[in-house]
């Protein structure tokens, strides 16, 4: 599987624009870029996915590089709620049901 | 439309006890996905099951684990003889028919083995 690298934190203060990058330098022509975000004590929450183009949803924002080798979400107004840890996954189109988390980013937002 | 309902959201088993988690998928869906998170790790693929049959269950230790779809009920991940390693959450996820595009999560299951 291709890997993604996060890094392990970040902060932002509430209102203002976050951006979450990942690297996925080995990621193939048939991967998917998947975000999904876990809330403490709670189950992932899938926010958005993308293949070769930038998407946008109600909750977020996918920039995608043009090489495709890394992407960058885009909370455009962090809320505390959105404190949480963000994981970017790979999921091959052809094969892949199998969503492998690595360890993510936390997100701490402040007031 | 509920979501993905798991219970026990806790569990405690001894050592050696058997430990039955359940999950009902959100409506509609025919697909069910179980996952572990070891503490302070991500969550790791398990199973894939579709009603009353195993897709891949690649990600499953080869003993002691087993899980069944059944055509009617929830989906059952059942672990024998635990041990103190299956401490753990567990987490089971849904998709509808033909899309892994979004998968939705239940609260989990936390397992507590002593």
Known sequence: ?111 | NAGVMQNPRHLVRRRGQEARLRCSPMKGHSHVYWYRQLPEEGLKFMVYLQKENIIDESGMPKERFSAEFPKEGPSILRIQQVVRGDSAAYFCASSPPSSYNEQFFGPGTRLTVL
């Open chain 1, 1 to 111: 599987d291709a890997k993604t690298t996060q890094p392990n934190s970040m902060e932002s203060n509430e209102e203002e624009p976050v951006h979450l990058p990942c690297n996925h330098s080995t990621i193939s022509g048939t991967d998917y870029i998947h975000w999904y975000r876990q809330l403490p004590s709670q189950g992932p929450e899938y926010v958005i996915h993308g293949l070769t183009s930038n998407v946008n949803n109600r909750m977020a924002s996918l920039a995608i590089a043009e090489d495709r080798k890394s992407s960058t979400l885009i909370l455009h107004r962090a809320t505390l709620r959105d404190a949480a840890v963000y994981y970017c996954i790979l999921r091959d189109s052809n094969s892949g049901y199998a969503l492998n988390f690595g360890k993510g980013t936390s997100l701490l937002v402040t007031p």
